[in-house]
């Protein structure tokens, strides 16, 4: 045989040997990789297989979030993604521990990227919402909720979207398209009481009082909750039903589980008129050596409930007592003429205009009703770029605020105020000792003494100085002293049928509570506007127990710059403007400093209590915005 043959033939043995052998290896190797032994994973799709013994990336991940260890989810998830940087499960979770971190805008920048990769993701539609939401930036809030739900978002998410899509209409005014989410989550989870009461929140925004009791009642007979019966409260007396009103407020208390915050709702008698104010015909009194004449305000009250078929009550004399009018006591309203001087009344008027002409002319603006501010900025009156901040003071709807431009001042109308705190005026102190001894009214039980300012044109709207809801030490007496003469600027009690005028010295005190401590809707009062002239106007209310000279400096908390003015503008659209009173720019009526050796002068001992300080405007902004 050929010798180069049988060369030929060995090395074509030999290679087919080989061949064969890595074959077997290759058969043996994969048979060792379908037996899943212990602490061995199988890989991702789309991600390198981790070391022996690791869990891979998302099941790591998804057990650091567990432990709250959101930093460590941050570190690794970031660094995975510069490998795998299309791995939207690592994604998500990044832009879950931002969240959970309260890092809102991180989180955001992940998930918009997520969905630029992933555009039909629609829980991470749905987290963009929330993060959205919890930044009051409802109106893009709403816009990822919407999409979320187009894109047909899982069973497990979708009453938690609907919800906070109709809680983000709520908050921007469009309480129609509110209550067409809750219908739709009615539908899906019949009898959710989260649904009712937002329903009924929303009803009551829109005026239909009747309804949002209904709405609140389905609600609380089924958690008994504190909060839910506040508001069926507020809705029955906004509907004029003081009775069911004060019956829900009593079951709010006593599910609150802590009935001493009500305590004076259940253990005082709260402040009213002396006695010697409520009169029924004009009277003269005198004190230090000077005449006051008191007179009671003619009142026309509507018609007392009566039951089906009953005869009709007969019409009663203007001077009979409310009890035999209304079936309870209501709110007592008398006038003092002559309880200032025109000399001390200009005197007050020109501290408050040097106090407005010292404050800077940079204002903040801030709005309850931060839809209100988002159409501002379509309108191109508020810059979308300006940048704003939020100032939650645990009401339903935070304040939005920014500082304000000529062009928004310009848009808004609003009256003026400033507060005059106890010893920083000896002439402002001197009119609460007057008040004190006068009308009767305890010098301890009066909160900051307040002056107003309305140009022409300028009201407040409808509203209550006390809250309609249970209050610890609500405000219980109002006392307003005109300094001006003007045409229109009416005090008006459009339930009573009574409006008083302004006269220079003229003062109109008035109660707000009933014989329990809880808010009578027939206090409701408004400014009406004036028509010629300048109103200036003395507030001063009065709590039924001492407040020890309370004082509104959080009201300044939202305010960008020492000493900068505030303009306010709550639910009802009723804006006002708020100055610092600064006293060392009255060194000539500031009190005496004590000396370092003299004793202090002992105070009565009083018993401290929690009351509700609200210091917005010239009510409580709980119970005007529904007005």
Known sequence: MNTKLLISILIIFLLLADVSDA?????????????????????????????????PM????????????????????????????????????????????NDLDDAIRVWEHLI?????SSVALYALGLAHFKLYRYAKAIQYFDRAILRGIDKTNEKGCLYN??????????????????????????????AYLLWGQNLLKSKNFTGAAEMFEKSCMAVTDERCFKLMGRAHALDQNHISAVGSWKLAIQFSGDEMKYKTLTSNTPLSLPAHLRVRQTNTITKDDRSYTISPVRVSLPDPPTEEGAEPPVAP????????????????????????????????????????????????ACFERSGRLDKLRSTGIVEKEQPSKFHDDGKLD?????????????????????????????????????????????????????????????????????????????????VLIYLSDVEGGETSFPYLNVSVAPKV??????????????????????????????????????????VHHLRFDALFDTTYLPGQALVDCDLSDSCREYLRYDPSAFPEDQPAKPSATEEPKPEEEEEDVEISSSPAAEADPASKDEL
Request: aromatic share 10%; hydrophobic share 30%.
């Open 23 to 55: 074959a077997g290896k290759a058969t043996k190797s994969k048979g060792k990789t379908k037996r899943k032994g212990p602490g061995k994973a199988k890989p991702v799709a789309g991600s390198a297989a981790p070391p022996t013994g690791e869990l």
């Open 58 to 101: 998302g099941a790591q991940l998804e057990a650091l979030m567990k432990e709250q260890k959101y930093d460590e989810v941050i570190s690794r998830a970031t660094e995975h993604l510069k490998i795998q940087d299309r791995d939207v499960y690592s994604m998500f979770t990044l832009g879950h521990a931002h969240f959970a971190k």
């Open 116 to 120: 630029s990769i992933d555009s039909g």
């Open 165 to 194: 899509l109709a809680q983000a209409h709520h908050f921007m005014g469009n309480y129609k398209e509110s209550i067409r989410y809750t219908r739709w989550i009615d539908r899906i989870q019949p009898n959710s009481n989260e």
């Open 317 to 364: 004399s203007p001077y009979t007592p409310y009890e035999a009018q209304f079936g309870r006591p209501g709110p007592d309203i008398v006038t003092v003429d002559n309880f200032l001087t025109p000399e001390e009344a200009q005197q007050l008027i020109d501290k408050f205009e040097q106090t407005s002409k010292n404050a800077p002319e940079q204002r903040v």
């Open 398 to 478: 935070p304040k939005e605020c920014l500082n304000a431009t000529s062009s928004l001042l310009n848009h808004l109308s609003y009256s003026s105020s400033t507060f005059v705190h106890y010893r920083e005026s000896n002439f402002f102190d001197s009119i609460s000792e007057r008040i004190g001894r006068v009308l009767g009214l305890p010098v301890r039980n009066g909160a900051t003494t307040q002056i107003l300012k309305y140009d022409p044109s300028e009201k407040y709207t409808s509203h209550t100085d006390c809250a309609f809801e249970p209050i610890n030490n609500d405000r219980a007496v109002t």
């Open 505 to 546: 010295g003229k003062v109109v005190v008035f109660s707000s509570l009933d014989k329990e401590g809880f808010c009578d809707y027939l206090s409701t009062h408004e400014s009406l506007p004036v028509v010629k002239g300048t109103k200036y106007v003395i507030q001063k209310w009065y709590h039924t127990l001492p």
